[in-house]
């Protein structure tokens, strides 16, 4: 019965992420329709000795979900399965999108408490590694987990909540994926709600100089810094009863202008000329900064409208968290080094966010307060661009400061490191082994951290 499923796996088929930075072609590919296709694809897997790895949209910056053997997509587990309007939960299947959950959330009054710069990902990826928004009271997507069903490599489905098995619940609620396949999630929402943006310019030592005060000051605090410069864009959220105000067909076109055809297609190609001219970054960065962020801005509007983050084209990314104490050291050591080492060039945005400190085993908040910081470099029309100095200074100035990686984002860390980076790290592979004895869900990402 095993074998009558391999002819369900697509061969030739090469997956690569958002940013087209990592990539693989499995053995086979799989898009299983139901539980049993699941069952069916483990017990092949054991029968051939194969890895398996799930993928849910790609977005990740990085090869986690990648594998040479089976790969799994769960874009046909994507059903709502139940609302429960007086407690505020909906369980859905693990392939569900979030933009989708979003959609359908707000049809029954309900929205998410709290979502990050981008939807189009699954919700069990986005669980997985910990994916995170804004707000020094509000936890990750993972904190918001209720109960998950997962199907173990042994091909049973085991259901985990804080109330059956405490560790193990901590252990699956950032898992990597290295635990099982997530079947279905119940998850905790909040009545339907609009967000009020302000943001305004401000220099960064006067942010980081105040930076208890606009902790304080509103739900959802963000800035972003642009390198070589000494200007950040400050967002300050807060739920509001306000009336949303559809914007009129020139408003539209107005943004349509400024964010897309300056601010995206305008700054690829400047971008791109800065290839060839790499000192022109900084200029590039002060013109952008002026052009678009140097105005005061308000606006309401549905939660995930606010939330969300255009990314703009493709791009190399890090992140790491410290310990929101740190905040200040970091951009200023970041901002030094900048200043030492006037060979690199640096895009915009360096994205600062800040998330409460949960119990989940290998969670970048385990424990603390934190603060995210994520750097990027984009790739204009697809070219590549050297990052690698400025990614091994930024993660040397994480680590001397009590950072933790984004388990999303490409990092170098080994499994010594990390033991020492978080306190459970040995406890969370005790728990991973003991589910999966045979290493069915590890690939080439899981086998550099364990």
């Known amino acids: 019965m095993s074998y009558s499923i391999k002819s369900r796996g697509k061969t030739g088929i090469l997956f690569t992420n958002w940013s087209n930075t990592f990539f693989c072609r499995p053995e086979l590919f799989f898009v299983p329709e139901n539980v049993h ?52 939960q909906v369980k859905v299947e693990g392939g569900v999108m979030v933009v989708d959950l979003i959609s359908y959330l707000e049809k029954h009054g309900l929205a998410l408490r709290i979502a990050g710069s981008v939807s189009s990902l699954t919700l069990a990826g986005a669980i997985c590694t910990a994916t995170h928004g804004s707000g020094v009271n509000f936890g990750n997507l993972s904190t918001l987990v209720v109960s998950m069903e997962i199907l173990t490599s042994a091909g049973e489905i085991i259901e985990v909540s804080r109330d059956n098995d405490l560790e193990l619940f901590q252990a699956a609620c950032c898992s990597l994926g290295a635990l099982g396949i997530i079947i279905s999630i119940t998850y905790q929402c909040e009545k339907a709600y609009s967000l009020e943006l302000n943001q305004y310019p401000c220099p960064l030592h006067t942010v980081l100089e105040n930076l208890e005060v606009h902790l304080k000051s509103s739900e959802h605090f963000r800035f972003l810094w642009f390198p070589h410069t000494p200007g950040t864009v400050v967002s300050h959220i807060n739920r509001t009863t306000k009336k949303i105000v559809m ?110 400190g949960d119990d989940l085993l290998i969670s970048p908040s385990h424990g603390r307060d934190s603060c995210y910081i994520n750097i990027i470099m984009y790739r204009p029309y697809g070219k590549l661009v050297d990052y690698i100095k400025y990614w091994n200074a930024y993660e040397d100035i994480m680590t001397q400061n009590g950072g933790r990686p984004h388990w999303a984002k490409a990092h170098k860390v080994g499994p010594m490191q990390l033991k020492e980076m978080y306190p459970m790290y040995a406890k969370f592979c005790q728990i991973r082994k003991k589910l999966d004895p045979t290493d069915t869900f590890v690939n080439s990402y899981m086998e550099r951290i364990l």
Not at 280 to 298: A, D, E, H, Q
């Open 247 to 356: 914007p009129s067909r020139l408003s539209k076109w107005h943004s349509w202008f400024w964010e897309y055809l300056v601010g995206y297609y305008v700054l690829e190609l400047s971008y791109y000329i800065s290839t060839l001219i790499p000192s022109s970054v900084p200029f590039i960065n002060r013109l952008f900064y002026n052009l678009l962020y140097s105005k005061p801005r308000k606006r309401v509007d549905q939660s995930q409208n606010i939330f969300n983050f255009e990314c703009l084209f493709k791009q190399y990314v890090n992140e790491w968290s410290i310990p929101i104490d740190k905040t200040a050291t970091v951009l200023i050591e970041l901002e030094n080094w900048f200043s030492q080492n006037t060979d690199v060039r640096a895009h915009f945005p360096i994205e600062v966010r800040f998330v409460k």
């Open 37 to 88: 296709h699941l069952k069916e694809i483990i017990r092949l897997a054991h029968l051939e000795n194969k890895k398996i790895r799930v993928v849910g949209c790609g977005h990740s910056p990085s090869d986690i979900a990648c594998s040479k053997d089976y790969l799994i997509s769960l874009r046909q587990f994507d059903r709502i399965l139940h609302v429960d309007p007086e407690r505020h």
